[in-house]
C-alpha cells in the first residue's frame, strides 16, 4: 500500500501541473477574453531586454531586465469597461470606446483588484518593467511602441485635434498591442526613482527606497510632442492626480 501510495505521489509530480501549463505554453500574442466586461488580454512570453535608454537621466543606466511571462490588457481601460467594473465615468471625453481618464492612481489599482476578484486571478497595474517589455513587444527596439511611422502606431498632438479616441484605432505592435504609444498617459505600479540605479532586474515593481508620493505612468498622451511617446520615456504623478489624458490598462500575472 505504501510502495503504491509513493509511486502515485512520483507520477502525480511528473505530470505536468495544468496551470502552469496554462501560462508557459502560450504563443506571442495569444489573446484572452475576460468573460465579464469582454476585455481582451494579451499573451507577452517571458525574456530578457534592455530596459532603458541614453535620451535622459531618468532612463539610465540601460540596465538588463529578465522576467516571467505575463497577461496584459490588449487596450487601455475604455470607459465600457470601467462602468462594469466600478460604477460612474470619471472621464472628460464621454465615449464608451474611448480610454477612461481623470482615473488617479488609487482608483486604476481598484479597478484592477476588483477584476481580479471577480475572476479569481490575479490582476493589478502592471510594474515599469513589464509596460516597457511589452512595449518593445521584448528585445525590439523601435523609438515607440511599434513599427513604421509615429502617426501610424498613436494619437499625440500632432494628429489627435486635441481629444481621445476609440482605443485599438492606430497599429498594434509585433504583440498585437494596441495605443501603447500615445492616446492617455499609463499608470504603472512604481514609486518614482529619479534613475534605474538599483531597479529591480526581475520584473517586478520598484516600490522600495523611492518617491511613493509619486506613481510612474508611460507612454505619453493625445495632447504631447513625439518625444514623451517613446518606448523609454518616463513621466510622474501624485497618486491623487486626475487629468484627461491620464489612464491605465492590465496585467493579469500567476503571482
Known amino acids: 500500500m505504501k510502495a503504491g501510495m509513493g509511486l502515485l505521489i512520483l507520477v502525480l509530480r511528473l505530470m505536468p501541473n495544468p496551470v502552469s501549463q496554462a501560462w508557459a505554453d502560450q504563443v506571442a500574442g495569444t489573446v484572452w477574453k475576460e468573460p465579464m466586461t469582454g476585455m481582451e488580454f494579451v499573451w507577452v ?137 500615445g492616446n492617455v498617459w499609463e499608470w504603472v505600479q512604481d514609486c518614482w526613482h529619479a534613475d534605474y540605479s538599483g531597479a529591480p532586474v526581475d520584473g517586478s515593481a520598484w516600490v522600495g527606497n523611492g518617491n511613493c508620493a509619486q506613481r510612474a505612468s508611460r507612454g505619453g498622451g493625445w495632447f504631447d510632442s513625439l518625444p514623451f511617446l517613446r518606448a523609454a520615456y518616463r513621466n510622474k504623478y501624485e497618486p491623487s492626480s486626475r487629468f484627461f489624458y491620464l489612464g491605465f490598462r492590465v496585467v493579469m500575472t500567476q503571482q
Not at 515599469?128 to 513587444?137: G, L, T
Not at 502617426?151 to 485635434?161: E, K, Y
Open 45 to 181: 512570453p517571458g525574456g530578457c531586454f534592455q530596459m532603458g535608454a541614453d535620451e535622459n537621466r531618468s532612463e539610465k543606466p540601460i540596465h538588463e531586465v529578465c522576467m516571467r511571462g505575463f497577461w496584459l490588457g490588449r487596450h487601455e481601460v475604455t470607459q465600457r469597461e470601467y462602468e462594469q467594473v466600478r460604477g460612474g465615468n470619471p472621464s472628460y471625453f464621454k465615449e464608451d470606446d474611448h480610454p477612461v481618464e481623470q482615473v488617479n492612481w488609487d482608483e486604476a489599482s481598484d479597478f484592477a483588484a476588483q477584476l481580479g476578484k471577480k475572476n479569481r486571478r490575479l490582476m493589478r497595474l502592471p510594474s515599469e518593467a513589464e509596460w516597457e517589455y511589452a512595449c518593445r513587444a521584448g528585445g525590439q527596439h523601435e523609438t515607440y511602441c511599434g513599427q513604421g511611422k509615429v502617426a501610424d502606431l498613436g494619437w499625440f498632438g500632432g494628429n489627435s485635434s486635441t481629444r481621445t479616441h476609440a482605443v485599438g484605432q492606430k497599429l498594434a505592435n509585433a504583440w498585437g498591442l494596441y495605443d501603447m504609444s
